[in-house]
């Protein structure tokens, strides 16, 4: 199951077109209610697209009762409501995904054998399921109001956001809506939208899915148990590390782009994660909405920073590693959230004894230890098993060899290397999308400017890019975004 | 220029690029992936119906249903003897000995068989699109009346977006290739086995671009016939197929390209009999096959000059209709 997919045909070339069509004709009209209501029936349409009788009602669900809480809660704020609203999401997101990872961790401590339940996950549920504890704790701090149904409706299931985020609050996107010019077609916001989104398209298609190729099969050898060579595990994290940046920022950017059509701005979600040379910068840079969410939801009301230094450290590790099981039910998740909450209080004791002392590594090794560090952490991520992700560890600490007897990649190297060291050049000396497009990509604020003439050159890159991504998507099905899993 | 203007003609360059991107890109992957296919066999008529290579695989199915070779859907149309069967049709009829025949009486034929095992629902759909109207078709029927499409026929019929925006590919590769091996030889490789077709009269041109010339005798101990609930179906499909194609049963001949693997000659006698046809079964003797269950190219040459020669009283019956278009003064 995977919902329907930006980087598919059906839905660049009859949903996306129909649903811009119908609701700037209803716009057209004035009707903006009903184009609202179109909006979050198209996107509803969107979301359980393959399997419409099985999610639909547990979206539903949820969105009923997260709007009813929250106007409760408008109405008369109460902890208890508040709390009674976040635990009913949290066991919901629970039950279906953790509670094959519960049963199985307590089989595995006790003896005794808990049946797994052996739900299959609801695409998307980890996204508006926060989304809509956000919605719950902003209301209760008198930072969100919402009473019209089909408004809340509209802000759990936008289409661009629902499935991968970018994770918003209310106030930054349903006032949005309240703007008329939101509703008439605006062909300059159709046309950076339409940019954005093709570079987006492209980083996916062009860029994520061929650099797959090389590190699928290596970490397909290490889940069957096979051991692999150094090259190969190097190939392996490499291609990984950019195939993850390039998808995951790729869904972004056309999330980005598509709301941009219809006039509507998400907050950015990347801004060039691997330039970072700190894990605190690459937190900064990395899947920023959701690190806005830990940040303002978890980290801060665990007391921050404002408790003392030991107390922040617990804060830091608690939050990655919740951080990291909202990403799966699984210990490869618990351990990278693990490896980046111990990272990241390593550098911020660091970063005290660097400020007592005036002390500084030079950018570039800073910015290795950090692109080391985030790479290795990402095989646990990636990885099927604690077993295969061992083996991928140890074959890049060359513990197996330079290369094994069968290397998996064989006949592929230079082929491989290309891609590495192109990706790699990319991510690392190239401007990212939101700089490309002339917006600057440090704060979510900078979104609120006015929408900014991309130039022909533009025009003609993304029309390009764009072509190009389409003919790819023709010949070869479309893949799944990384991220459509958690 | 107004913001408005400036924001359409955007779209409008967007729009342009992006099938220019495209189309370069599409044509471009589909020329890297199967520049090795063989281009020897281009001609003025001929086509590239198959090659084993990474994207190109088979086109013949998509290219005659949708008329991709406008040659070939015309001569299909005008065609008054219509060859049918599967790959073994293709292997008999394709020869000289056919060609010389039909040439020397000014008779338009087509071979009109294909890969794949494909058989009547597939050669009745490919005849009713075609508008096709033989005065003769000539059946290789072991059991030829059968349910079922091949993978290529089915997605033909299917014609998906997918594969129509492949078969585009496939034809637009065909000019590209074949300007490039011919400018560039160096660069084709010729490694790929590839079928040609004629689009004047669908003879395959495949010993040589696809399999050697071989002679593997005929083993008739292995040869197996079909199980009799199958021959009452083939039967009842016959009927049908006959019935739709409307002919005077005199004019529809079933005959059995000889094989190892299939008793090709005693299944199309009995349906013969059964449909009430005319049929051909050459005797001839000290015949070989490529692979067992394809004429080679020196039997066909022989077997096919057989049955097209015991063809003329068919011919004579079902041509007479037929007089010399008179020329307009």
Redesign the interface.
Same mark, same amino acid.
């Given at each position: 199951m995977r919902g329907m997919l930006f980087n598919s045909a059906p839905f660049l070339f009859a949903f996306l077109p129909v649903v811009l069509l119908v609701f700037f004709l209803l716009g057209s009209c004035d009707y903006r209610t009903l184009a609202i209501g179109w909006l979050a029936v198209a996107s509803l349409a969107f979301y359980g697209w393959d399997d419409p009788f099985r999610l639909l009602p547990i979206i539903g669900f949820s969105i009923v009762f997260n709007f009813v809480i929250g106007w409760m809660i408008l109405r008369r704020p109460s902890r208890r409501l508040l709390a009674i609203g976040i635990c009913a999401d949290l066991l919901l997101l629970g039950y279906f995904k953790y509670a094959g990872f519960l049963a199985e961790m307590i089989t595995a401590a006790t003896g005794i054998v808990v049946p797994n339940p052996d739900v299959a996950l609801p695409i998307g549920i980890s996204f508006f399921t926060f989304t809509q504890i956000a919605f719950l704790v902003d209301a209760s701090r008198g930072e969100a109001r919402e009473y019209e149904p089909l408004h809340y409706m509209l802000f759990v299931t936008f289409f661009p956001h629902l499935i991968a985020g970018p994770i918003y609050h209310h106030k930054e996107i349903m006032p949005q809506f309240e703007r008329r010019e939101i509703y008439r077609l605006d062909i300059s916001s159709l046309s950076v939208g339409l940019t954005w989104f093709a570079i987006g398209l492209a980083k996916k298609v062009l860029l994520a899915d061929p650099v797959a190729q090389y590190g699928t099969p290596i970490f397909a050898a290490a889940a069957a148990g096979n051991q692999i060579g150094f090259v190969d595990g190097w190939i392996a994290v490499l291609s990984f590390t950019l195939q993850l940046y390039f998808d995951f920022s790729g869904y972004s950017d056309m999330a980005i782009g598509l709301a941009l059509m219809i006039g509507v701005r998400l907050p950015l979600n990347f801004n060039s994660p691997y330039k970072a040379t700190s894990l605190i910068d690459f937190w900064r840079r990395w899947h920023m909405t959701l690190s806005r969410f830990l940040r303002d939801y978890l980290y801060i009301p665990l007391g921050g920073n404002r408790k003392g230094p030991r107390r922040r450290h617990v804060n830091l590790m608690v939050t990655m590693l919740l951080g990291g099981l909202w990403h799966g039910a699984a210990w490869n998740f618990v351990i990278w959230g693990c490896i980046h909450g111990l990272g990241l209080v390593l550098n911020h004791g660091w970063r005290k004894v660097a400020e007592a002392r005036q002390l500084a590594i030079p950018y570039p090794l800073a910015w290795a230890i950090t692109f080391v560090f985030v790479m290795l952490a990402w095989v646990p991520f990636r990885a099927a098993n604690l077993q295969s992700t061992l083996i991928i560890w140890k074959s890049v600490a060359g513990m197996n060899g330079l290369l094994p007897a069968q290397s998996v990649v064989a006949g592929q190297l230079a082929g491989a290397a290309s891609w590495i060291a192109g990706l790699l050049a990319l991510a690392l000396f190239a401007p990212n999308t939101q700089q490309l497009m002339s917006y600057s990509g440090e704060t979510f604020d900078r979104l609120k400017e006015p929408i900014r003439w991309p130039g022909w050159k533009w025009a003609v890159a993304a029309g390009l890019l764009f072509g190009a991504s389409v003919v790819l998507i023709i010949a070869e099905r479309p893949t799944e975004f990384l991220y459509f899993r958690f | 220029m107004t !913001? +408005?203007s +400036? @924001? *359409?003609t955007?779209?409008a !360059?967007? =729009? =342009?690029?992006? &099938?220019? @991107? @495209?189309?370069v &890109? #599409?044509v471009g992957?589909m020329t890297i992936d199967n520049i090795h296919c063989r281009s020897s066999g281009y001609g003025v008529d001929d086509f590239l119906a198959y090659c084993r290579s990474k +994207?190109y695989g088979d086109y013949e199915h998509g290219a005659l249903y949708y008329g991709l070779e406008p040659a070939a859907r015309d001569n299909i149309r005008n065609a008054q003897v219509i060859f049918l069967g599967s790959s073994r049709t293709q292997a008999g009829f394709s020869s000289k000995a056919v060609r010389a025949y039909f040439g020397k009486r000014g008779i338009r034929f087509f071979v009109l068989g294909f890969g794949y095992g494909d058989a009547s629902p597939f050669a009745s759909a490919i005849l009713r699109r075609s508008g096709a109207s033989p005065k003769i078709l000539v059946i290789n029927a072991d059991p030829f009346f059968m349910d079922g499409l091949s993978p290529p026929a089915q997605e033909a019929l299917d014609g998906h977006? #997918?594969f129509l *925006? +492949?078969l585009g590919l496939k034809f637009l590769f065909q000019r590209v290739h074949r300007a490039l091996c011919y400018s560039a030889p160096f660069i084709c490789s010729e490694s790929e086995p590839s079928i040609f077709r004629s689009a004047h009269d669908g003879q395959w041109n495949w010993i040589g671009p696809y399999v050697a010339e071989k002679a593997v005798p005929f083993d008739r101990s292995a040869q197996k016939s079909i199980a009799p609930e199958e021959l009452e179906k083939a039967k009842d499909l016959g009927e049908k197929f006959l019935r739709e194609v409307g002919l005077d049963r005199r004019c529809v001949v079933l005959t059995g390209a000889p094989n190892s693997d299939l008793d090709s000659v005693g299944i199309a006698e009995q349906l013969a009999a059964a449909l009430k046809t005319s049929s051909i079964f050459p005797p001839v003797d000290g015949l070989a096959t490529l692979d067992g269950g394809h004429l080679n190219l020196t039997s066909a040459e022989r077997w096919s000059g057989q049955v097209v020669e015991a063809l003329s009283p068919v011919l004579a019956d079902c041509l007479q209709d037929i007089r010399p278009r008179r020329r307009s003064q």
């Open positions: - | !913001v +408005r +400036r @924001g *359409w955007y779209l !360059v967007f =729009a =342009a690029c992006a &099938l220019a @991107g @495209g189309f &890109l #599409a992957q +994207r977006f #997918a *925006w +492949r």
